[in-house]
Nanobody, 113 residues
């Protein structure tokens, strides 16, 4: 059972990145899928979540810039990140809860000129 995230990298301020996460060994279609991030020296925080119905929630700091989506057939969740800022620099983790927490390995996003 694992969540495998990809898509991180280095981008300039104002740029875009798309993160993807695939769930293997678990069926996540009936559960929320989430993206968290952890910046250096800070606590891990929820960035965005999407319910099985497709309803979404976002941290105030990313509203209007980030979009979370899911493909239940492929068991994947993506995070489209636009208008990136230096304060978005962090390790991003995909997450779901099915009787216990499951975390992806994290993918580093660095926003810098």
């Amino acid at each position: 059972v694992q969540l495998q995230a990809s898509g991180g990298g280095l981008v300039q301020p104002g740029g875009s990145l798309r993160l993807s996460c695939a769930a293997y060994g678990i069926i996540s279609t009936n559960n929320n899928l989430n993206w968290y991030r952890q910046a250096p020296g800070k606590q891990r925080e929820l960035v965005a979540g999407i319910a099985p119905s497709g309803s979404t929630n976002y941290a105030d700091s990313v509203k209007g810039r980030f979009t979370i989506s899911r493909d239940n057939a492929k068991n994947t969740v993506d995070l489209q990140m636009n208008s990136l800022k230096s304060e978005d620099t962090a390790v991003y983790f995909c997450h779901t809860y099915i009787y216990r927490h499951y975390w992806g390995q994290g993918t580093l996003v660095t926003v810098s000129s």
